[in-house]
Structures are given as structure tokens and as C-alpha cells.
């Protein structure tokens, strides 16, 4: 079923997904299946460019994805001067607000839009969820050990996790923790546990609240899951900025950002342990490899939930697809041309860029899922890229 | 407010286009703001009304707020906004009013113009730069100092309970105090300034001193002005947001202590407005703002009238 644009791309996409290490095209040594110059084919589909006249394209949406976005938005920019793309990062709701009241072309979410915000969409619409890239939650903490020096190389369970945020560990040398640690058991301290949450909406939250609502049957009977929830434990701090900020102002804290917030804030962060039993540190291939694993069960309409506790040995358990969402139907041919040579570019040549500014890529099954679904885009009932 | 007679009318003669195009148009004018206002109230009303209607009086009286579970409450916000104002009040009072006599009544005329400026400076520092300041250097500060010092010595009276986390409803109401600061001085010291001299100059000729004639000739007249200023202080306090989200800890409870963290209804609309599900939790905030606005719009009108009492027994200008 998918149908790969031009022979140069499909393999320079193989290219990139094997060797994820550099970009590099160079695909005339692979082994080609079937004779032929590469050239376009002349009867396939071509791959997706944007019209030639200026245009503009304005999403709003998660923060998470902002600065990659950013990245692919200046790449794309260099390769097609005449398109200007502005994101502004609103936060997940707030593009799936802007999306619904059509005041953007394309919004961004770290949730899949749910049945009550797809049934608030204009009449007659439908809208399209274009996986781009993967997150993962970690759990960063700040505590000095019992020897003076930072505590380094925890490792927590999920009952564990879920008993601090419910606030019945109330220290770190509790026997629970420490059966986790037996390495660092010495080390844990008797300093009361801080618990750091965000205090405003977030995909973050929904992913992290979706984790401990599947390990732990008293949070899902008295919290639940969800963008913003009512935290039996703890100090609110807005963003991950925020509670990045508040674990690394107490002694003690412990909190839950975005991965790429941990290593950027320096704060060390807790390895969690598995569906395989393994302890594993959030890092970008723990998190595809999560995705990798679930890639059957993938749901037809892209609206995966968080991706909590996947098999297999290397996976982190608590992972996330984020979105870019837009109408089927794009009412403005040049825009919707753009839209698709964007996301088309995004899906191939941008996700050799994620790695390296600490996202993770899509795995390659759900990147063909992914590019196959572009065809789907239309204006005025007329496809945009025939597949 | 004495009314300003019209212009008069000569009869016979029509007055001019000019003059009528002036007054329509600075009606028009007038009158949007009052719309305004309607506007704002009403959309407010009718947003908010999903929740309102739900949960009735127990909007105000709940202390749940679980998006989850659907169940809205507003108490712990109202709690928070007024102790924050209410610390925030109970340290800008004082320093404010003693700061306007000292700058209308004492300070030589060299230190009281740079004075002056100075105070009205406050006024002009973004608010997120208080924010910043209060989350890196004064809770630190706060955490290690006068919070270690007033739980030691005051702790065992539940108010001034532990544990400190340096910020929260106490390091809000400091940085709002700052904040309201140069409203409170600003107005006192104009209608310390208001009262009129003959006051002075009699109790002055009577042999009094300088302490006795500000505390007994001007500020008893002046009192209901100051009174009204502080309300504005309140009412601005009240209000701010970007500040105090970043500084009160944003703890989704009612305090129990000045050190507790908590939630104002400005900071919690602005966190988690961006994020709200379309529906009860949108209409929620909303009546959120709409407590908001009703509490401030109260404080104004009070103040307002006290300011105006003020002028009016001083015989000074319009304020």
C-alpha cells in the first residue's frame, strides 16, 4: 500500500534509517530492485513541492515539538525560499483550540485530539493526525545522599514512582526505594521527599498521569490521567522550565519533565523499570524502541495514546507521539500544496535531524503509515499528492 | 465632583457644527468604555454560566479542582488571592504611608523630587521580572532567613507553620507588596498634599509640632483617602498575575500557613487556561475571571467612593 514518491527518495529514506548517524543522501550504491536511472519515474507519483509563489503557512501548538519544529521550519525555508512557516508553541490545547476555530493552517499536539474535541470540530470537517516525532517522560530528582554527594544512579520501579506521587513514600530512605537501589541503598538519605508537578495543562502531564494510571490501580481510582489533574502530593511550577527549576532548588525534589528538559537543565534522572523488568534510562532509542514495539497495534486514524510499558528489553516506558493536526480538506489549494511538501519533507529528510537535538524519529513503519496517509490531503475534493 | 454647568445657550442661536461633532464624538467615546465593561461582564456571565449553573453556590464553597473527575471548586483560589493580597496589604500599608507623609509633609524638596521618582519607578518593572527575581533571589533568601527564623520562634501558632519551601503565599505577598507599593504612595501623598495649608499653618500657630500637626490636623482629613489608596493597592494585588504564579508555588489547596504554597485565580486562569478542554473546564476558568472581576470591581467602587469623601472634606481639587 505505500507508495514511495521517486526511487531517489525511498532510498535515500532506507539510507537514513539505517545509518541514522549522518544524512547523508548517497544512495546510487544500494542495490536497486529494479534497472532504471534516478531520475523521477515518469509515470509514479512525484514527490510533493511547494507552489512557486510566496506563501505562507502559520501552525500553533505544543511545546514540546517547538524547537524542532523550528529546525525543520529553517531547512525547509532554505531549500524553498519562497515559503515562510511560523510556529508559534501555544501549547498542545491551545492548538487544537486554534485548529478547531480555524485560525491556524496546521496546529501541533502531544496528545492525540480526543472523541469530545473531534466532535467539536467544524461541520463536515475531518482532520488528519501526522505522527512527526516521539517524546519520553523521565523522572529527574535532586537529593543529597547520606555521604554529602549528589545521589546519582537511582533506579524506581513503577509502584514505587506512583507511591511518591501519591505521597505515601514520604522519604528516601524508605525500605521500598531502597529494595529498588540495593547499589546506593546506603546512600539514600532520611530527607523528606518533595514532590515537583506542573501546575498548568500539559501533554507532559497526560503522559506521565497515563503511566502511573496504568501501573497503579489507586491512582487510576482516585486521580486518572489527563492534561492537568488533581495532585494528592506536592508544589505546582509551571513548564517544564518550571519544575526543572523547583527539583533543582530543593533538596529532595523529585519531578517529571520532558526528556529533553532533563539533560538540558543538568538535573540527573531516575531509571525506570520496564514491562521486561529491565531498569532503563530515558534516552531516544529506549523511546523508539518503545514505539517499534507497538507499531501493530498502531491505530488506523494515528491517535495513539502514550506509549506505557512496551515489551521488550531497552524500551522506557513512558513514551509519546506528538502531532501535527490539520484539515483533510485544505480550502486553499497553494497552502495545502505547501502543507503537504512540508510534512512530506518533515517525514523523510527531517527525521534524520531529530537525533541530534534530542528527539526521537518515528519508527519506520509508522513513517510509511505516515507519508502514505499525505495522500489522503485534498482540496476542493481533488487529492493533493495522488498516491 | 461638582457637575460642570453646560456652556450656555444663547437662545436663538444654534450651537455650532464643530462643537456638536466634539460633544457626540467624546460622548461616543464616554460611553464605549462603560460598553466595555457590560461587554466583559456579560461574556464573563455567559461563559462561565456551564459551570456556574453545575455546581451553583458550590463553585465557591467546593475546594476540588479535578479536570479528571469534572468537579470544579473555586474556594482555595478566592482563599489564596485574598491572603496574598491581604500579606501583601499588610506590608505595603505601613510603608507606604509613612514613605507619603515623609515625601508630602518632611523631606526636603531636593530628596523628596528623586524620591518620588524612584517610587514611581517601582511601577514601571514588568512584573515577570519580579517574578524572576522572586523566584531566584528572594525565596532562597526568604527559605534560609526570615522563614527559618519565624518558624523557630513563631512556629508552634499554626499561621506561621512549616515547612518553608521559600516560595509560596509569603514570598507572593512580599513581591506584591513591592508591587503596590508605589500606588499606595502615589495616592496617599497626593491627598496628604490635598489638605489645605490653613490646617497647618493654624496648628503650627497653636505651638504644636511637626508630629502633631501631621497626625492630628492632616491626616484626619486626609484619612479616608489614604484608606482608599490602600483599597486601590488591594485591588491591584488582587489582580496580578504573571508575579505571583511565578512565586506562590501554585499548590492546589487551601493554605493553612503563611508559608503554605497556593493558587490565586489569576495565576491559575493563566496557567491552565491554554490547556482547558473545551467545555466545563473552559466555562470554569471563566467564572473564574468572573469571581475575579466581582471582587476587584467592588474594591474599585469602594475605594473610589473613599477617595472622593477624601477630596470632597479637604475642599481641595477634583480627583
Not at chain 1, 519533507?345 to 519508527?363: C, S, V
Not at chain 1, 519506520?364 to 493533493?384: R, S
Request: hydrophobic content about 50%.
Amino acid at each position: 500500500m505505500t507508495i514511495l514518491p521517486s526511487r531517489t527518495k525511498a532510498l535515500a529514506l532506507a539510507a537514513t534509517l539505517l545509518l541514522t548517524a549522518c544524512g547523508g543522501g548517497g544512495a546510487s550504491t544500494t542495490p536497486t530492485v529494479a534497472p532504471g536511472p534516478t531520475s523521477v519515474a515518469s509515470t509514479g507519483p512525484t514527490t510533493p513541492v511547494p507552489p512557486s509563489g510566496n506563501v505562507t503557512l502559520t501552525g500553533a501548538g505544543a511545546t514540546f515539538p517547538a524547537l524542532l519544529y523550528q529546525v525543520w521550519i529553517e531547512k525547509f525555508a532554505t531549500a524553498y525560499s519562497n515559503v515562510q512557516i511560523d510556529y508559534q508553541a501555544i501549547g498542545s490545547g491551545g492548538g487544537i483550540k486554534a485548529i478547531t476555530q480555524q485560525t491556524v493552517d496546521f496546529g501541533a499536539s502531544d496528545a492525540a485530539m480526543k472523541d469530545s474535541e473531534i466532535a467539536a470540530l467544524p461541520a463536515g470537517t475531518k482532520i488528519l493526525h501526522v505522527p512527526t516525532a516521539l517524546g519520553a517522560v523521565v523522572v529527574t530528582y535532586n537529593v543529597k545522599g547520606a555521604d554529602g554527594a549528589a545521589l546519582d544512579g537511582l533506579q524506581l520501579d513503577g509502584d514505587n514512582i506512583a507511591n511518591i506521587f501519591l505521597g505515601h513514600i514520604k522519604t528516601w530512605n524508605d525500605p521500598a526505594i531502597a529494595a529498588n537501589n540495593a547499589d546506593i541503598a546506603a546512600k539514600l538519605p532520611a530527607t523528606p521527599i518533595l514532590v515537583v508537578h506542573r501546575s498548568d495543562g500539559s501533554g507532559t502531564t497526560n503522559a506521565f498521569t497515563t503511566y502511573l494510571d496504568t501501573i497503579s490501580t489507586e491512582w487510576h481510582a482516585s486521580v486518572g490521567a489527563g492534561k492537568e489533574v488533581k495532585w494528592p502530593v506536592g508544589n505546582g511550577a509551571p513548564g517544564n522550565d518550571g519544575v526543572s527549576a523547583g527539583v533543582k532548588q530543593t533538596d529532595g525534589a523529585v519531578g517529571y519533565v520532558e526528556l529533553e528538559y532533563a539533560s538540558i537543565s543538568g538535573l540527573k534522572s531516575a531509571k525506570v523499570k520496564n514491562a521486561a523488568g529491565k531498569f532503563v534510562a530515558g534516552s531516544v532509542d529506549g523511546v523508539t524502541a518503545a514505539a517499534d514495539a507497538i507499531v501493530d497495534k498502531f491505530p488506523a486514524d494515528f491517535r495513539q495514546a502514550p506509549i506505557i510499558n512496551g515489551a521488550g528489553d531497552t524500551t522506557y516506558p513512558i513514551a509519546a507521539y506528538t502531532y501535527i493536526l490539520a484539515y483533510v480538506d485544505q480550502t486553499d489549494a497553494t497552502k495545502g500544496q505547501t502543507l503537504v511538501a512540508f510534512l512530506y519533507w518533515a517525514l523523510t529528510d527531517g527525521q534524520a535531524e531529530e537525533k541530534a537535538i534530542g528527539y526521537a524519529p518515528l519508527p519506520a513503519a509508522i513513517q510509511a503509515k505516515a507519508l502514505a496517509e499525505l495522500h489522503q490531503f485534498t482540496t476542493g475534493g481533488t487529492p493533493i499528492w495522488p498516491g | 465632583m461638582t457637575a460642570r454647568s453646560r456652556p450656555p445657550r444663547a437662545g436663538g442661536r444654534t450651537s455650532r457644527l464643530p462643537d456638536r461633532v466634539f460633544r457626540s464624538g467624546s460622548g461616543l467615546f464616554g460611553a464605549s468604555v462603560v460598553v466595555i465593561l457590560v461587554v466583559l461582564g456579560v461574556q464573563l456571565a455567559v461563559n462561565g454560566d456551564q459551570a456556574l449553573s453545575t455546581f451553583g453556590t458550590g463553585f465557591l464553597t467546593g475546594s476540588t479542582w479535578d479536570p479528571v473527575a469534572g468537579i470544579y471548586g473555586a474556594l482555595p483560589y478566592i482563599v489564596g488571592t485574598i491572603a496574598a493580597a491581604l500579606i501583601a496589604v499588610t506590608l505595603a500599608a505601613p510603608i507606604g504611608i509613612l514613605t507619603a507623609i515623609f515625601l508630602a509633609e518632611l523631606a526636603p524638596r531636593r530628596l523628596a523630587l528623586p524620591l518620588t521618582f524612584a517610587v514611581e519607578l517601582l511601577a514601571a518593572i514588568p512584573s515577570v521580572v519580579y517574578g524572576l527575581w522572586g523566584v531566584f533571589v528572594l525565596g532562597p533568601v526568604l527559605h534560609s532567613t526570615v522563614e527559618a527564623w519565624i518558624v523557630d520562634t513563631l512556629g508552634w501558632i499554626p499561621l506561621f507553620a512549616g515547612p518553608t519551601f521559600g516560595i509560596g503565599l509569603f514570598a507572593a505577598g512580599i513581591i506584591l507588596a513591592i508591587m503596590i507599593l508605589p500606588t499606595i504612595v502615589s495616592i496617599s501623598r497626593d491627598v496628604i498634599s490635598a489638605v489645605p495649608d490653613s490646617h497647618r499653618e493654624a496648628m503650627l500657630a497653636l505651638g504644636a509640632t511637626r508630629w502633631e500637626t501631621v497626625s492630628r490636623a492632616v491626616l484626619p482629613v486626609a484619612r479616608s483617602g489614604i484608606a482608599g489608596a490602600v483599597i486601590l493597592g488591594l485591588g491591584r494585588a488582587l489582580g496580578e498575575t504573571m508575579a505571583v504564579t511565578m512565586v506562590i508555588g501554585n499548590g492546589e489547596h487551601i493554605p493553612t500557613s503563611i508559608f503554605s504554597t497556593a493558587q490565586t485565580i489569576a495565576s491559575k486562569i493563566a496557567t491552565t487556561f491554554n490547556e482547558a478542554q473545551v467545555g466545563l473546564q473552559t466555562s470554569a476558568l471563566i467564572a473564574l475571571g468572573l469571581v475575579l472581576l466581582v471582587i476587584t470591581l467592588t474594591l474599585n467602587v469602594v475605594a473610589r467612593f473613599l477617595v472622593w469623601r477624601a477630596a470632597g472634606v479637604s475642599g481641595g481639587g477634583r480627583t
